[in-house]
């Protein structure tokens, strides 16, 4: 089992920044690739960024790019997701996912792959 808590949502306005934080426990994790997805009212639940267990590896979704970094540090279990330059539509509650399969060497962007979930973040931006 594996706990997952999101922090560092708010309120902010366009073109600010904010820096999520995703904490997890157990000591796999450092073996373990995250995702960060999103969802807004009336919408899917999508992918935003994701990152390799070495930290290697990242991939963003389209409107990510540029603009949002993932990054991780294993020695304190935690996974970050500064966003530039936020907008409107990037109004949602953030998810933090765990995927426990041991050293995956690709990020995937498929929720269903993703075991373990945070009980999300709201980040909101007004225009």
């Known amino acids: 089992q594996v706990d997952v808590v999101e922090s560092g949502g708010g309120l902010v306005q366009a073109g600010d920044s904010l820096r999520l934080s995703c904490a997890a426990s157990?000591?796999?994790?450092?073996?373990?690739?995250v995702g960060w997805f999103r969802q807004s009212p009336g919408k899917e639940r999508e992918f935003v960024s994701g990152?390799?267990?070495?930290?290697?590896?990242?991939y963003n979704q389209d409107s990510a790019k540029g603009r949002f970094t993932i990054s991780r540090d294993n020695a304190k279990n935690t996974v970050y997701l500064q966003m530039n330059s936020l907008k409107s539509e990037d109004t949602a509650v953030y998810y933090c996912?765990?995927?426990?399969?041991?050293?995956?060497?690709?990020?995937?962007?498929?929720?269903?792959?993703?075991?373990?979930w945070g009980q999300g973040t709201q980040v909101t931006v007004s225009s």
């Open positions: 996912a765990i995927r426990s399969r041991h050293w995956a060497a690709v990020v995937s962007t498929t929720a269903a792959e993703y075991d373990y």
């Open positions: 157990g000591r796999s994790f450092s073996s373990y690739a």
């Open positions: 990152i390799t267990w070495s930290g290697s590896t990242t």
